[in-house]
C-alpha cells in the first residue's frame, strides 16, 4: 500500500504533532502509545450542517442504554426492523436515502447515534472518544431492545460493529454493508505514517488497545467474524474501487470469506466515494432489493 492509497485522512496532522512523535517515538515509547490512544479514539468532529434526504418524516424519538450510557434513538414506520448504523464520524443521515423506502414498503426503521456522536453520551472514556468494541455494545443494546432485525444496513466502522454483534447473539436475518471498514492492521499502518511515529509507538499503540478491548482488536475484523461465526446470515457488500478510505479489496475478500454474501460493485464515484456510495442510486436499490427478497431465496 502506497501513501496515496491510504485510508481516510481524518483531521490534518500537524508537523508539531508528528516533531513530538518522532522524539517520543526515539525516547519515550511508551507516552507516546497512550498519547496516540488517545487520538486514536477521538471521534472526528461531526458536520452539523447534514440534514435528512427530503421527504423523511419526522421521527419519534426513543433512547437505549449500553452500561448506563444513554443512545439516541429515531424510530420511523411499523413493520419488520430495518436497523442503519452509521460509520465512525457519521450520523443517521448519512445512510438517511434508505428511511423513506423502507417505510413505504412497510417496514419500521430504526437509526441511532453511535458513543461520542452526536446526541448520545459518551463511553467509558473522556468525551469525544470512543472505542470498536462501545460502539458494538451499542448496536447490540438497540437491537435487544427494539426487537430482531429483518435487516441491518451498516456503513464503514459500522459494519465492523454490526457484525461484532452477531457472535454475541444479536439476530438479524440479512446485513447490508456499504464500503465496510478494513482491517484495523491498515489503519494502524496508515494512522502510523500520518502521526510521524514508527514500529515502538504503533506495536504499544496496538497493544494498549488489545488491553482495553479484552481481547485482540484484529478478531473485530470482518474477514475474522465471517471465519469465527458459526451460521452468519445472507450479506450484501456494496463498494466502488475508488473508495481510498476503505479498500475495495476488503471487500472482496470478505465476499469470498462470508458464506452467502454478494458483492455489488458501483464505479467511478471518485476520490468522495467512501461516502458518496451512500447517495448512490444502485448501491441503494441493490441493498432494498436484498432486504425485500425472501431470506430462503437468499441462501
Known amino acids: 500500500m502506497t501513501e496515496d492509497d491510504e ?6 496532522v500537524s508537523d508539531r504533532t508528528r516533531r513530538a512523535f518522532g522524539l517520543l517515538e526515539r525516547f519515550a515509547p511508551a507516552i507516546g502509545s497512550r498519547w496516540a490512544f488517545e487520538l486514536w479514539c477521538s471521534v472526528p468532529q461531526l458536520d ?11 421521527s419519534q424519538p426513543a433512547d437505549a442504554y449500553w452500561e448506563g450510557h444513554r443512545i439516541d434513538v429515531q424510530i420511523w414506520g411499523e413493520g419488520p426492523t430495518v436497523y442503519l448504523v452509521h460509520g465512525w464520524g457519521g450520523c443517521p443521515a448519512h445512510i438517511g436515502m434508505f428511511i423513506k423506502p423502507l417505510i413505504n414498503s412497510g417496514h419500521r426503521v430504526i437509526a441511532f447515534d453511535l458513543p461520542s456522536h452526536n446526541a448520545s453520551s459518551n463511553g467509558s ?8 468494541l462501545e460502539c458494538a455494545k451499542a448496536v447490540e443494546a438497540v437491537v435487544r431492545k427494539f426487537g430482531p432485525a429483518q435487516a441491518v444496513v451498516a456503513h464503514s466502522l459500522g459494519a465492523k460493529a454490526a457484525a ?19 482491517t484495523f492492521d491498515i489503519y ?6 500520518r502521526h510521524g511515529f514508527g514500529p515502538r509507538i504503533r506495536h504499544g499503540l496496538h497493544r494498549y488497545i488489545d488491553k482495553r478491548l479484552g481481547y485482540p482488536l484484529l478478531h473485530t475484523d470482518i474477514e475474522h467474524l465471517a471465519l469465527a461465526l458459526k451460521n452468519p446470515p445472507p450479506l450484501l457488500i456494496a ?14 475478500m470478505i465476499a469470498e470469506t462470508w458464506p452467502s454474501a454478494q458483492l455489488v460493485t458501483t464505479r467511478g464515484l471518485g476520490q468522495l466515494a467512501h461516502y458518496r456510495i451512500l447517495r448512490n442510486r444502485d448501491a441503494i436499490r441493490a ?10 431465496a437468499l441462501t
Do not use: N
Not at 125 to 132: H, K, M, N, V
Open 239 to 252: 463498494h466502488d474501487p475508488d473508495d481510498k478510505q476503505s479498500s475495495y479489496a476488503t471487500s472482496q
Open 287 to 296: 441493498g432494498l432489493d436484498f432486504i425485500q427478497t425472501p431470506v430462503d
Open 48 to 58: 452539523a450542517s447534514l440534514r435528512m434526504p427530503p421527504g423523511v418524516p419526522t
Open 125 to 132: 472514556l473522556a468525551p469525544g472518544r470512543t472505542t470498536i
Open 188 to 193: 494502524l499502518d496508515s494512522f502510523a505514517r
Open 164 to 182: 461484532m454483534t452477531l457472535e454475541w447473539g444479536v439476530e438479524a436475518e440479512r446485513l447490508v454493508f456499504l464500503a465496510p471498514m478494513e
Open 7 to 12: 485510508p481516510a485522512a481524518g483531521t490534518p
